[in-house]
């Protein structure tokens, strides 16, 4: 399995500022995900990022608002902009598993609180 | 589209009771089939996994059967402990897709009490 390690683990932002999330993965990967949990819900994949190109985001998700980088293949950023208390939530960024596994691994998560 | 219903919670035990969590789900295909368990402030963890029909996921005393007749894979545990206490997600892989991208379950908050 990979060992994920996400910063920072927690945060308290303004409204109407950013934060950016970042995630280190121990070995190469190809792609990683980054997933939001709102309060009491499930999780919910925001963009798949393969590095080299842009990320695909899922319906509801748009690059304006969650900016995300891949400089390289242990490395990604998650940016929450312009933010607003509904972007409560932890985020969290995954890998994919070994081959045909088809699991995914999960980083511990970003608990972010917007005020 | 592709889907996952689970068991909602709370769902509060004594130790050394019997737990079932049950999860269907609805996919076009053939998914992989996922338990993940989150312990109180943590992220989550891969619990136990079957990738094909009939196959069982077993891990740490939990155990789920890939039912494709019933499209279900509830978790099961003989004897649940205090740290068992944790959120558990059913989850599957997009059946027709190249990557690992998940579909979970909304969650099942099981509390187990001494």
């Known amino acids: 399995s990979a060992v994920i390690s996400q910063k920072p683990s927690r945060d308290i932002c303004q409204r109407g500022t950013s934060l950016t999330i970042q995630c280190q993965v121990d070995?190469?990967?190809?792609?990683m995900f980054w997933y939001r949990q709102q309060p009491g819900q499930s999780l919910t994949l925001i963009a798949t990022?393969?590095?080299?190109?842009?990320?695909?985001?899922e319906s509801g998700f748009v690059i304006d608002k969650f900016p995300i980088s891949r400089p390289n293949l242990t490395f990604s950023t998650l940016t929450v902009s312009n933010m607003s208390p509904e972007d409560s939530s932890i985020y969290l960024c995954?890998?994919?598993?070994?081959?045909?596994?088809?699991?995914?691994?999960f980083g511990q998560g970003t608990r972010l609180t917007v005020v | 589209g592709d889907s996952v219903t689970q068991m909602e919670g709370p769902v509060t035990l004594s130790e050394e009771a019997f737990l079932t969590i049950n999860c269907t789900y609805t996919a076009t295909g053939y998914p992989s089939l996922f338990w993940y368990v989150q312990y109180p402030g943590e992220g989550l963890q891969l619990l136990l996994k079957?990738?094909?029909?009939?196959d069982k996921g077993s891990n740490k005393g939990f155990e789920a059967t890939y039912r494709k007749e019933t499209t279900s894979f509830h978790l099961e545990k003989g004897s649940v402990q205090v740290s068992d206490s944790a959120v558990y997600f059913c989850?599957?892989?997009?059946?027709?897709?190249?990557?690992?991208?998940?579909?979970f379950g909304t969650g099942t908050l099981l509390a187990v009490q001494p």
């Open positions: 989850a599957l892989s997009d059946p027709g897709g190249a990557t690992n991208k998940l579909i």
């Open positions: 079957a990738t094909k029909a009939d």
């Open positions: 990022a393969n590095q080299g190109s842009e990320a695909t985001y």
């Open positions: 070995s190469q990967v190809t792609m």
């Open positions: 995954s890998v994919e598993g070994r081959v045909g596994g088809r699991e995914a691994f």
